[in-house]
């Protein structure tokens, strides 16, 4: 029986580190990154070797490693994130919605992965 209820313990967080990592978020959109408005603050959480080669003008860059170190960095406000892929999009929107922030989508700058749903982010009262 205690046998039972150990294995029923481990599945239960392999399956919670698994959704956070890898169950997709669903509400938020792919945009490029030519079409996000200047009033939203653009994070890029790439690691500091891909985004030295491939900069963003204006964007804050804090790798999806240091997010909660540096959360304080980020104005509070609506947030577009800059991705190299799809697991770093799932955790970092999590985890910016964890401490309130408001992602309003996200781009992924690797020619391996490809934008679906391309749509502009239009600036909200503005």
Same mark, same amino acid.
Request: a neutral charge.
């Given at each position: 029986?205690?046998?039972?209820?150990?294995? /029923? /313990?481990?599945?239960?967080?392999? #399956? !919670?580190?698994?959704?956070?990592?890898?169950?997709?978020?669903?509400?938020?959109? !792919? %945009?490029?990154?030519?079409?996000?408005?200047?009033?939203? $603050? %653009?994070?890029?959480?790439?690691?500091? $070797?891909? !985004? *030295?080669?491939?900069?963003?003008?204006? !964007?804050?860059?804090?790798?999806? /490693? *240091?997010?909660?170190?540096?959360?304080? @960095?980020?104005?509070?406000?609506? =947030?577009?994130? =800059?991705?190299?892929? #799809?697991?770093?999009?799932?955790?970092? %929107?999590?985890?910016?919605?964890?401490?309130?922030?408001? %992602?309003?989508?996200?781009?992924?700058?690797?020619?391996? @992965?490809?934008?679906?749903?391309? @749509?502009?982010?239009?600036?909200?009262?503005?």
């Amino acid at each position: 029986m205690i046998f039972l209820i150990i294995i /029923a /313990a481990i599945l239960v967080v392999l #399956l !919670s580190l698994t959704y956070k990592r890898y169950y997709p978020v669903c509400d938020v959109d !792919s %945009v490029l990154i030519d079409h996000v408005c200047d009033k939203i $603050n %653009v994070i890029d959480i790439r690691d500091y $070797n891909i !985004s *030295y080669n491939n900069p963003i003008d204006g !964007s804050i860059n804090i790798p999806v /490693a *240091y997010l909660k170190r540096f959360i304080n @960095e980020i104005p509070n406000n609506d =947030v577009h994130i =800059v991705v190299s892929n #799809l697991l770093e999009r799932n955790v970092g %929107v999590r985890l910016l919605r964890q401490f309130e922030f408001n %992602v309003m989508g996200y781009t992924i700058l690797d020619p391996k @992965e490809k934008n679906k749903n391309i @749509e502009s982010l239009c600036c909200k009262g503005g």
